[in-house]
């Protein structure tokens, strides 16, 4: 099943969530490894989403310029 | 002469001239206004004269003149020298006259000298007039309030094809060093004498129809000094200017002083050429405007990139530190449980020794061995331990048993105790 995908800024409110959670909540190390898991999916997504728009905009930018 | 008497016209008109000759001054300064003037091939200038009271708009007096060809060539050259501009049609002139009187054309002025300082002083005057009217309709400046579009491409154009100007403007905006690309086009126009204003305006009128299809209008001529630039100080054209849908620029080759038409538009300049320079310098700049724009956009979207790419990395070291951190408590805390565990095992261990140790002494004390030892005895009667001397008659063969052995007796007598 296709996926909605995750935008920019709900995946960083993810990772915040996580690491708040994991900051200031009680840890639960059986949880652990799977949050930290998750935070580092989330961030993948985020790199991921930052280098596609730095191409992309490069690229316009170049369309511009030629 | 007598009454009844009869004369020829030739004779009538001969008498009114000496009359007149007779009874008027040598000559006259005279105010009038030019309503036509018009040159023969030998040079002599015909003019028809009136005045008008410019309140009902109605002529209240005409008269035919004349400057012969000597004349003519000093005092126009003299004249457009001071004024800036030729005698012409309605223009109105303070001139020396004679007045002379043809059996066949009748009465005229003959003109010897112009004071061209009347006109020009007229003209001011007019002009200010003008000006005037424009200010109390609140519409001087109107046509400056519009804005020009940024890249100004279609221009419609108010001149004439023949015009000198005309060339040089379409010169210089499509041979503009950029390559930019402009779209003129030109609405033919009578660009001096009386049909000016008519023919300005009709231009106008046709541009203005059709307005959403340009960028601007423009109204160019070719100068020099000793052109007629008063065919611009017309109040129909320059309240047509400020009225105007399009920003209008004038191109129509001033020296000095600014027509009225000028003071209007949204921008005047000094020649045609001026006006093209500045469409393609207004192009340049909003190019320039829009690769600043590009180029800033490109730093902040970068910018934002980073700052997006900091806060990622920074969640990321958080994230992977924090869950470092946990791990290390908890494994520490399990080091410590496991300790304590360690060390409450080792004490119960000991308790629990010293408690059998202790039950082993208590027990030591207990055993009928060690009792005995410390020199107690047990007592039986046919093997059956005695507790008292109850069971006991005298008689009874009884075993005294020792630690080291035993001894056999016969009861002699039994008591107890109490």
Known sequence: ?66 | MNAGEKITLTELQGLIRDKLYESLPDFFWVIAEIAEIKTNSAGHCYLELTDNDTTRGRVTARVRATIWAAKYRSLNTFFNASTGIPLRTGITILFKATVEYHELYGLSLNISDIDPSYTAGDMALRREGIIRRLTTDGVMTMNRELSLAPYPRYIAIVSSSKAAGYQDFINHLTNNPYGYVFKPELFEAVMQGETTERSVIEALDRISAGASGYDAAVIIRGGGSTTDLSWFDSYDIAFYVTQFPLPVMTGIGHEKDLTVTDMVAWRSFKTPTAVADFLVEQTLDCENRIIDMASSLHTEAAGLLSSAEEQLSSLQNRTAATARLIVRVKDEQLGYHAETLLRSKNNLIRAAKERIDRTESALHHLDPAGVMQRGFTLTTKNGKIMHSPAGLEPGDIIVTHFDQGHATSTVKETSKKG
């Open chain 1, 1 to 66: 099943m296709a996926k909605k995908e995750i935008g920019f800024n709900e995946a960083v409110k993810g990772i915040e969530e996580i690491l708040k959670n994991i900051e200031e909540g009680e840890p639960d190390i059986d949880r652990l490894s799977e949050d930290v898991k998750k935070a580092a999916e989330l961030i993948k997504i985020c790199r991921k989403r930052l280098r596609e728009t730095g191409e992309k905009i490069d690229g316009i930018m170049k369309d511009l310029k030629s």
